[in-house]
């Protein structure tokens, strides 16, 4: 059974830092890509970072320069650090996983992030 569990979702202040971690497990063939991505209350799901197998990356431009994204490849975990948090990444943050470039075949069931004073 295909897993992806996220971790370290909160409360943080504007201005503070978060670390989002992503475990997948029970995926046999391997994986291309992990991603993230974040909905708002209202909001469309919306890409935020990802990392294909051979390293390229893309981020969107809301969070280029703040947010960085990581990935272990031996161990199927992917991480998004993410810093100087605005109240406007407030959102549910959900990783995924593809099997070929860019695709989302699993996806986890999310972690909140609250950006607030």
């Known amino acids: 059974q295909v897993q992806l569990v996220e971790s370290g979702g909160g409360l943080v202040q504007p201005g503070g830092s978060l670390r989002l971690s992503c475990a997948a497990s029970?995926?046999?063939?391997?994986?291309?890509?992990m991603g993230w991505y974040r909905q708002a209350p209202g909001k469309q799901r919306e890409l935020v970072a990802a990392i294909s197998r051979d390293g390229a990356a893309k981020y969107a431009d809301s969070v280029k320069g703040r947010f960085a994204m990581s990935r272990d490849n031996a161990k199927n975990m992917a991480y998004l650090e993410m810093n100087r948090l605005k109240p406007e990444d407030t959102a549910v943050y959900y990783c995924t996983s593809g099997l070929r470039t860019w695709s989302n075949d699993y996806w986890g069931q999310g972690t909140q992030v609250t950006v607030s004073s």
């Open positions: 029970g995926i046999i063939a391997p994986i291309n890509t």
